[in-house]
């Protein structure tokens, strides 16, 4: 691979704590990012923001604005991961598909290839810029933009099972699968607007456990403890 997304949900950089950010997981990511861009890799970087956020299904609000405010969660989780990086070493830039004055640049392909260029890792904050759409779709609306070569998915579980681990001890985790499968059972991966727009646009998924050591580093190569989603 030649150029990667990767998207890290909120939840999973907040750690044990549940909200806001855990300082030794985001340095994790920090140090595996600056591998891959070391090797040559040009890496694009969304992240969820539930770890400040979950609007979806909030009583009483009107769901433009609490997809607006999630919106905004993925802003300050890129200005604090990007600083993370830089830490580290790494030069980056933050894309918004909306203004937020001289906190971030409006995206473009062009944009981003300029960045890509000058070996600067590319944080895609704000979703889609529109509500009643998750990050999961921003993400692979993304990837599929910027040409990546596919979409390293980091969660909580480490794959794809064909039922919750959680409930199930027996649950197996496939190695491999295809988006088709994914779909015909029904298996929470990405939502259902992202998945047919991987399935569209030929975008392979590699999903991964954040927090084993390597595993984003391990993602990339395609030889790792998790599953691809293929798409042929």
Known sequence: MKRVLLKLSGEALAGDKGKGFDETTCGMVADQVRQLVDSGLEVGVVIGGGNFWRGAGKANMDRTRAD????????MNCIYV???FRNVGLATTIMTPFSVGSFTELFSKDRVNTAFRHKKVVFFAGGTGHPYFSTDTGAVLRAVE?????????K??????????????????Y?????????????????????LMCQQQKMPLYIFALKEEGSIVAAASGNFHGT???VD
């Not at 099972?161 to 409930?167: E, G, H, M, T, V």
């Not at 190695?175 to 998945?195: F, G, P, R």
């Open 68 to 75: 607006q405010i999630g919106m905004l969660a993925t802003v």
């Open 82 to 84: 990007s600083e993370a």
């Open 146 to 154: 910027i040409d990546a070569d596919g979409i390293l998915l980091a």
């Open 156 to 173: 909580n579980i480490d794959g794809v099972y064909d039922s919750d681990p959680a409930i199930h001890p027996d649950a197996r985790r």
């Open 175 to 195: 190695d491999t699968i295809s988006l088709e499968q994914v779909l015909a059972k029904k298996l929470q991966v990405i939502d259902l607007s992202a998945s």
């Open 228 to 230: 691809i989603v293929t």
